[in-house]
């Protein structure tokens, strides 16, 4: 997923135009899809009968304000961070604060006025927060003016509060809705000043999410939920073997049933057409179809086996520093280690769906995508429609994770609606989306270090194996031989190291994978923090001392690793067979430390007692949902370390459902304490991914404090469940 900042002149230079302002409206039939709801349960554009102070902004007769968000909420708190950013600066109340999502078909007509929508990499407050900050501040600014014309004396010696514009001397003060239509009309002849962290009177604090209330009461509109008049369903019938195609199907077999309407070839199979979904799932199962053979020769061992072949062969450098092969050589003492993750599935709790209806001159599709610009050019490539044609009706997003990053579901809903001329709504099963999801890729990395004589390392090579994504999921290979996502945590690492060589060996099979929660960090920290371990104990050096050592240079670590040393009692002694493990990653600019406190039985089980995290982030929009991400992301995590894995035997997905594919459960789960370790300064880190990638680590790490037994392999219920002690 490519996420571009947008620059912030061009992002004035689109939204703070007085005639920026127009509302887009819903189609009729959208529209009536409508009916009833609430704005907060149905986030999409429509007529409001405010003033448009900007493409972003609306202030109502009321004063309330709606503020348009461009990001998908998926869980990770956008439609509350974003507005807060704004209404810090505006001034409003914030009780009067709505938000609706942003319309893609206004930003591509209009030039990008939104920038780019894309929602990844946990970029939203990173690339955003002081753009949003401008239109919060330029916005303010255009009010004061408005009540100073009116009250005829300078706008210097106004200011706001509660949605009001205030006379401090005079006590006099004018709603922003009064004001509204004056200020729309007002042009700034420079940017107004934002605030700086020691003003800020909103951000930072830990707010009730906006969208949580419809969400516990089921209001919520998520893209499952979407229903219209005359809506049809639509099932699939997808290859049971990888890179499949159907040679024959016999419709005919299957269209004298109650309900079926049509059978249609689709982009990755074919898709049945009902009056309902159980009958079209029902006569999915039961078409006739002929595949090719596919890749009927995958297997995950042999996989594995070229994975590590590979790691023996050339690699591209990613990355080098002085002369890791004679730092090696001169070393007095060697480690190496081969660490192994395998594919993952996204396993969002909604499945994969959406609802097209396309006619004559216009499309609608209503569906979660972490990328509306894409969806929607998608969706106008599969109709053949113009692209202003097209509206995606963005729906709150039951999981992202990176896999609705592209949505494989809108052309095929598309071309069934075409097909039947009616609205349809083409729903994935578990099986469908765990087995055709495009998935975290799998590799073998390889890690040698050489120690000096006082236990320092002095040379390190980190070598990768592991599916390229570019190849997968856009159809070239790197010219460099490798790619950013297959090496981010390995060329980036912290450690001040003097000789450091990465080598990447990229690989691609018919195993679709894309982007996962965190990406290469993922897996690329599970070796990394695992590896400074197994150098702490060359060393005869406390993990947690040789993590500082290394890490010097860096105030921020220093700073967050004593914090996570106090709250996690790393000092005190544990019992018998419990264990601490320590891992610390950076990624998307913010960096996570975590503990992980485990107990082994004698058996082999571990139970996870505690989590404990540190994060910098340089500063917080809300330290609540802060914390929701970091436990979510500790507990995405520890389900993919504990159970995640995606084998494939003779060319077949094995698990379909979460009878195969674990999930975390609540009476499993640890307790998870955040704690903030913030630097402050320019940074503004994401929040949504770096969670991720020290879980793993600090659990393997746990381990081996416990038992002495080093995990080197995902996931642990293959190496610890059943096996060797």
Not at 131 to 144: F, K
Not at 310 to 337: C, N, Q
Not at 412 to 428: D, E, R
Not at 461 to 473: N, R, Y
Request: net charge positive.
């Amino acid at each position: 997923m490519s996420i571009i900042a947008l620059s912030r002149r061009r992002f004035l230079t689109v939204t703070l135009t007085a005639s920026g302002g127009l509302a887009v409206g819903l189609h009729q039939g959208a529209r009536a899809a409508l009916a009833g709801g609430q704005a907060a349960a149905s986030p999409w554009p429509a007529s409001v009968p405010g003033i448009a102070l900007g493409a972003w902004l609306v202030i109502e007769p009321d004063d309330s304000v709606l503020i348009r968000v461009p990001k998908s909420e998926m869980g990770q708190g956008v439609f509350t961070s974003l507005p807060m950013i704004v209404a810090e600066e505006l001034g409003c109340a914030w009780s009067a604060v709505r938000v609706e999502y942003a319309s893609a078909n206004r930003n591509h007509r209009e030039r990008e006025v939104y920038g780019r929508m894309a929602t990844g990499g946990s970029s939203s407050v990173r690339t955003l927060h002081f753009a949003l900050q401008r239109i919060g501040a330029s916005a303010r600014v255009r009010l004061c003016a408005a009540a100073a014309e009116v009250w005829r004396l300078s706008a210097s010696r106004l200011s706001v509060e509660n949605g009001a514009v205030i006379d401090p001397p005079t006590a006099r003060s004018i709603r922003f809705g009064a004001l509204a239509a004056h200020a729309a009309g007002i042009r700034l002849a420079h940017e107004p000043p934002i605030k700086t962290p020691a003003q800020y009177t909103l951000i930072g604090k830990p707010l009730a999410r906006l969208d949580t209330p419809v969400k516990v009461t089921g209001a919520a509109r998520f893209g499952i939920d979407t229903r219209l008049p005359g809506m049809l369903y639509a099932a699939l019938v997808r290859p049971p073997v990888l890179a499949a195609r159907p040679r024959h199907f016999d419709a005919g077999a299957v269209l004298s049933r109650r309900g079926i309407k049509a059978v249609v070839p689709v982009p990755g199979g074919l898709a049945v057409v009902a009056d309902n979904f159980w009958r079209a799932k029902e006569a999915a199962a039961a078409l006739p179809v002929v595949w090719s053979d596919g890749a009927a020769s995958l297997a995950t061992t042999a996989l594995r086996a070229r994975y590590r072949a590979a790691l023996d062969g050339p690699t591209a450098t990613a990355f080098a520093r002085g002369t890791a092969g004679e730092g090696l050589r001169a070393a007095s003492t060697r480690i190496e280690a081969l660490y192994e993750v395998p594919y993952l599935a996204h396993a969002t709790m909604e499945p994969l769906n959406c609802t097209a209806q396309v006619e004559s001159d216009r499309l609608d599709a209503w569906l979660g995508t972490q990328n509306p610009d894409a969806a929607l050019l998608s969706a106008s490539r599969a109709s053949g429609l113009p692209p202003d044609k097209v509206y995606i009706h963005n729906c709150y997003l039951g999981g992202g994770f990176g896999r609705r990053g592209t949505n494989d579901e809108l052309p095929q809903a598309i071309a069934a609606s075409k097909a039947v001329g009616a609205p349809v709504k083409l729903v994935w099963t578990r099986e469908d989306d765990i087995r055709a999801d495009r998935f975290r890729p799998q590799a073998a990395i390889r890690m040698q270090a050489g120690l000096d004589q006082s236990g320092r390392p002095v040379a390190w090579e980190m070598l990768t194996a592991v599916d390229s994504i570019d190849m997968s999921l856009f159809g070239y290979h790197p010219a460099a031989g490798y790619e950013f996502q297959a090496v981010e945590g390995l060329t980036d690492t912290a450690y001040a190291v003097p000789n450091l060589r990465v080598g990447c060996a990229l690989q691609h099979s018919a195993a679709p994978v894309m982007f996962w929660r965190s990406v290469g960090y993922s897996q690329n920290a599970f070796a990394v923090e695992s590896f400074i371990d197994e150098m702490a104990i060359a060393a005869g050096a406390d993990p947690l001392a040789f993590r500082r050592r290394l890490l010097a240079h860096r105030p921020d670590y220093l700073h967050l690793l004593d914090v996570l040393a106090a709250a996690s009692n790393w000092e005190r002694p544990l019992p018998p067979r419990h264990g601490r493990g320590l891992a610390v990653s950076e990624s998307h600019d913010t960096i996570v430390g975590q503990v992980v406190e485990v107990e082994a039985s004698e058996g082999g089980t571990v139970t996870i007692g505690r989590v404990v995290i540190a994060v910098d982030c340089g500063h917080t929009v809300n330290p609540h949902i802060l914390a929701t991400q970091m436990e979510s992301g500790v507990v995405y995590a520890l389900t993919a370390a504990l159970y995640g894995e995606i084998t494939i035997e003779k060319g077949r997905v094995v698990q379909g459902n979460f009878d195969t594919y674990r999930m975390l459960r609540m009476a499993d789960c640890p307790r998870i304490e955040t704690h903030l370790a913030l630097s402050g300064g320019r940074k503004w880190g994401g929040i949504g991914e770096p969670g991720v990638p020290p879980a793993a680590p600090a659990l393997c790490n746990a381990i081996f404090a416990a038992t002495g037994r080093r995990i080197r392999r995902l996931p642990l219920e293959r190496e610890i469940v059943g096996g060797p002690a």
